[in-house]
């Protein structure tokens, strides 16, 4: 027997819709690549998503065609993630940081027939424009006024003026939650980038869940800036959940250093944020030598990379704001786990608190993982034995686009590369990516902990640890560090540090001093690279 209750497909569509409908009047504020600050309604931004819908349709776009976009997080972004993906187009947002190459090679891949791009990122078009054989429509995000006359890119054509001459009325189409709504590549750093390609009932579904108050808490009286990209994995899907709860969005353009983010923090009255940890620093970087403080931000969600435990104690002591650690992945729509706490664990002291804190967190209802050894036998949940952490869910990829790479998933689990620990409670930890793994005499070396413990040296900005060759133990951490601006550490010192912090073997054998970590286009240190760059270095006394 079947229930008898409407079937509704699950579609992105009825985001803007229901915003509009419930919030009209809710607020999205942009920091402008123009530099200026522009605000209007959920009700301005249904009605201009609407307008790029009728704008696709008179290209003669057909339904899973591709749309491309290079922008940072604006409200003309988020219109094309809504009049996109409603209107049965497939967004692809290309992250603008990776090599003009690459970027050739995906809008190529995607078989992209728009690209809608910031003005910012102009130079990068003008250099790959003739190697991107299926785009036949290349659209400016500005003013006609703003649009180069000698770009030398064809059929160039500026955003206000495309969509200007369209109604804003559409129908959204009706049509099967399982057809695809956007797709983002990985990072690649092996092989070809591969693309996770989301559908409209994982998206929605995604964003039901980050909503939920032990994951982002997001509500109708939320200002929310997302400093996370709108070019990499969504956002987080912060702009879906955003509409899905009529929260107040505010999106912060391409200044994302400490001062601008922190001006916008307070202007627009910001309850809750999201970043990687290395934004965070920046802001934290700007606020502190000056004594400022927040005056409604209350939590912040950190991923991406570890979040070192300093900053987590950092944001609660010294600006009252609680951290969530969060973990995930593109394959994961990202969200996987969110640290916290459990109704048994308010009882606990302030610092056994914060010890669950510095986790990734508990799993999210959607989201099943499990830990297995070399031989594929699950490890046991006690918070010590590692494995390669595996996860299966609605919105965790099966295959990727156009099938590249074969099979992914094993078992019907796909496998994330990170190497985690789960404890009796669930609260999992990530101890490395596997192929960062350190093994030495025959135990493994966490590199996350070794970074960690840099970095709560007050003169340490980044650090990173990789294992080298040793004759006895096959492999000993060494510490790569970037020293802040106008402080001094020696090599003693912050070896020092680890005393009693950590078991001896743990503690690195070396550190060596760096002007900059290789960063990758999604902000993660690249090891591979640092690696590479430390090939002809040995440990001393060998
Ligand atoms: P990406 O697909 O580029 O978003 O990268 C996903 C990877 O980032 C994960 O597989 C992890 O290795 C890493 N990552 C994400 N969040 C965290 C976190 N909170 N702690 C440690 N690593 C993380």
């Given at each position: 027997m079947l229930g008898l209750m409407q079937s509704q497909p699950l579609l992105i569509s009825s985001l803007i819709e229901f915003a509009q409908r419930h919030h009209g009047d809710g607020e999205i504020v942009s920091r402008r690549v123009e530099g200026d600050i522009h605000r209007y309604t959920y009700r301005v931004l249904a009605s201009r998503s609407r307008q790029v819908a009728n704008a696709l349709d008179s290209l003669g776009l057909a339904f899973s065609d591709r749309v491309a976009t290079l922008a940072w997080n604006g409200y003309r972004h988020l219109e094309l993630y809504f009049g996109v993906s409603g209107s049965g187009r497939v967004l692809h947002t290309i992250n603008?940081?990776?090599?003009p190459d690459q970027i050739a090679w995906i809008a190529n891949h995607a078989e992209d027939r728009v690209v809608c791009f910031d003005m910012s990122f102009l130079p990068i078009i003008q250099a790959v424009h003739s190697k991107c054989?299926?785009?036949?429509h290349w659209i400016a995000l500005?003013?006609?006024?703003?649009?180069?006359?000698?770009?030398?890119?064809?059929n160039l054509k500026s955003y206000e003026a495309w969509i200007g001459?369209?109604?804003?009325q559409f129908d959204w189409p009706q049509f099967d939650e399982n057809s695809a709504s956007s797709m983002c590549y990985t990072?690649?750093?092996?092989g070809n980038p591969k693309a996770a390609l989301y559908s409209h009932r994982s998206t929605l579904l995604h964003a039901y869940a980050a909503a939920l108050p032990d994951v982002?808490?997001?509500?109708?009286?939320d200002s929310i800036l997302?400093?996370?990209?709108?070019?990499?994995?969504?956002?987080?899907g912060i702009p879906y959940s955003a509409a899905l709860c009529g929260a107040k969005l505010v999106l912060p353009g391409p200044a994302l250093d400490g001062k601008s983010i922190y001006e916008l923090i307070e202007a627009e009255g910001v309850t809750y944020a999201a970043g990687v940890p290395t934004i965070w620093q920046m802001l934290l970087g700007h606020m502190k030598p000056a004594g400022l403080k927040f005056s409604a931000l209350q939590r912040t969600v950190i991923g991406g990379s570890a979040c070192p435990p300093a900053m987590i104690q950092a944001f609660k002591d010294d600006y009252g704001v609680d951290v969530l650690h969060a973990w995930g992945m593109t394959e994961m729509s990202p969200l996987g786990t969110v640290c916290t706490l459990k109704?048994?664990?308010?009882?606990?002291?302030e610092s056994e608190q914060t010890e669950i804190r510095l986790k990734q967190g508990r799993a999210i209802f959607g989201v099943d993982m499990k830990i297995v050894g070399a031989d594929g036998q699950e490890q046991a949940w006690d918070g010590q034995s590692y494995g390669d952490l595996l996860v299966r869910g609605?919105?965790?990829?099966s295959e990727y686009f156009k099938g590249e790479?074969?099979?992914?998933?094993i078992d019907g689990w796909f496998p994330t590369g990170d190497v985690a620990t789960i404890d009796p409670d669930g609260y999992m930890q990530i101890t490395d990516r596997s192929k960062d793994v350190i093994k030495s005499g025959g135990e493994w070396i966490s590199s996350i902990d070794v970074e960690n413990i840099a970095m709560?040296?007050?003169?340490?900005a980044m650090a990173a640890c990789i294992g080298v060759a040793h004759p006895k133990w096959d492999e000993r951490p060494i510490v790569v560090v970037v020293v802040k601006p106008g402080m001094e550490l020696g090599r003693e010192e912050l070896l020092k540090s680890y005393e009693g912090k950590t078991a001896k073997w743990q503690i690195p054998d070396d550190v060596i001093f760096v002007d900059a970590i290789p960063l990758g286009?999604?902000?993660?240190?690249q090891k591979m690279k640092l690696r590479e760059l430390l090939k002809d270095y040995r440990l001393p006394g060998l």
């Open positions: 603008p940081r990776l090599h054989a299926s785009v036949e500005c003013d006609p006024d703003k649009l180069p006359a000698d770009s030398g890119i064809p001459s369209q109604k804003d990072s690649g750093t092996t982002m808490c997001i509500s109708a009286r997302p400093v996370v990209p709108m070019f990499h994995v969504n956002a987080w109704n048994k664990h308010l009882k606990l002291a609605p919105w965790i990829l790479g074969g099979n992914p998933l709560a040296h007050p003169a340490v286009a999604t902000g993660k240190m």
